[in-house]
């Protein structure tokens, strides 16, 4: 679960340029393990039913929700079964046939008390909409609370996309708390629809037609290279909207993009035949910069880790974005078992989130036996590190002679 969430903040230099804006980010969700943002209420989903002792979920809702819990339930030993009714073939797809509760032949007054009855004889937690609800707006608290973190009296605006006014109550729960509590700015917060959408007209909220949005994602796909369908612009559509409009000021702006995710392509590399040895050390001398060490440990950590561990590299594009070097130590219980001897990002790619892709990926591949160091005066690492799972357990000192 510690793949969920933490998700990239990215400035959106190049956008600014094109708009003559300043200070506009993207939230990323789409870098979530099924590129949702339900992943997020998923998680609370599946940690609520561990908390109850339950080791079957019964669960209806939209593929990205299905897909999200399907993925948590196989990790977690939870068995997720899912009502199909006609018309529903979509669910054959993402569900294995097994795990659907098929209700073809159920009157639709009767559905309730058999999904109950289920429950009970499974020792199962069952999903309500209105449950649903409510870890969906576990999820989206979670986000503000993350924005938060980074800027938590520098926002301007917020642009988001949302149905049934759960992410705007929840960002403004969030929101309201940092300036009662903190005395922080009150960003103002603006929902999105399609133009003949259900939302009702308001102040906060802005109608988009499907030449905006189609404008809006070429846009994105031309000066950001991220990953998104056209449907799923919306909020960034009305951002472009307000700017047409000349409603938009001087500041930071945020745009929350459900399913987006950054055009990373992270590799691991697995023989020098890939890339010579001493190209990495530079990569890796490059990219530290001043916390590089010297040529000799550099390559020596990275001989190691090509033998015994892993080399990551990540990509966008033709842009060589970032590398980490992984060691395995081989010493099984007295510390972690591999250690994250260097992880450097282009200057070119910070602020996309790559440091945090190579981070997950790391945990990944070592599932999470992990240890590094990092310099004293290094705070952004540091707190990068800690966001990622990583608590401050002892300090390094080194003999000098």
Do not use: C
Not at 271 to 282: A, R
């Amino acid at each position: 679960m510690n793949n969920i969430g933490k998700t990239p903040l990215i400035r959106a230099v190049n956008l600014e340029k094109a708009l003559g804006v300043e200070k506009i980010y993207l939230k990323l969700e789409g870098n979530n393990p099924t590129h949702s943002h339900y992943d997020r209420a998923a998680k609370a989903i599946v940690r609520t039913a561990e908390a109850m002792d339950k080791n079957v979920i019964i669960i209806d809702g939209e593929k990205r929700l299905l897909r999200s819990i399907k993925l948590l339930g196989q990790k977690h030993n939870i068995k997720v079964l899912v009502p199909i009714q006609k018309r529903e073939n979509w669910k054959n797809k993402i569900i294995d046939k097994e795990n659907l509760i098929d209700l073809s032949g159920v009157k639709k007054k009767d559905v309730l008390e058999l999904l109950k009855n289920l429950e009970k004889r499974n020792n199962a937690f069952l999903i309500s909409e209105e449950d649903k609800l409510r870890f969906l707006d576990i999820a989206y608290e979670n986000i503000a609370e993350e924005i938060l973190d980074r800027y938590p009296d520098d926002i301007d605006s917020l642009h988001l996309e949302d149905d049934h006014e759960i992410a705007y109550n929840a960002f403004l729960k969030i929101f309201l708390k940092n300036n009662l509590e903190n005395n922080m700015k009150l960003p103002e917060i603006y929902r999105s629809s399609p133009e003949k959408g259900a939302l009702n007209s308001g102040d906060n909220i802005i109608k988009i037609s499907k030449s905006l949005l189609e404008e809006a994602h070429m846009l994105l796909q031309k000066h950001e290279h991220i990953k998104l369908k056209t449907k799923d612009v919306y909020p960034f559509a009305a951002f472009l909207l307000r700017i047409k409009a000349n409603q938009i000021k001087d500041g930071r702006h945020i745009i929350l993009l459900n399913t987006a995710r950054s055009k990373v392509d992270i590799r691991q590399i697995t023989d020098f035949s890939e890339i010579e040895k001493h190209d990495l050390v530079k990569y890796v001398e490059n990219y530290l910069d001043r916390y590089s060490d010297s040529k000799a440990e550099t390559l020596e950590a990275i001989e190691l880790a090509m033998k015994d561990g892993y080399i990551l590299m990540a990509k966008r594009g033709d842009l060589i974005a970032g590398v980490s070097v992984i060691v395995n130590l081989n010493i099984e219980r007295f510390i972690p078992k591999y250690h994250l001897a260097y992880i450097g990002i282009n200057p070119l790619a910070k602020g996309r989130g790559i440091g945090s892709e190579l981070i997950k990926e790391a945990i990944n591949l070592t599932n999470g036996n992990l240890s590094l160091h990092v310099d004293l005066d290094n705070k952004n690492a540091k707190k990068l590190y800690k966001k990622m799972g990583f608590e401050h357990v002892y300090d390094r000192m080194i003999y000098q002679k």
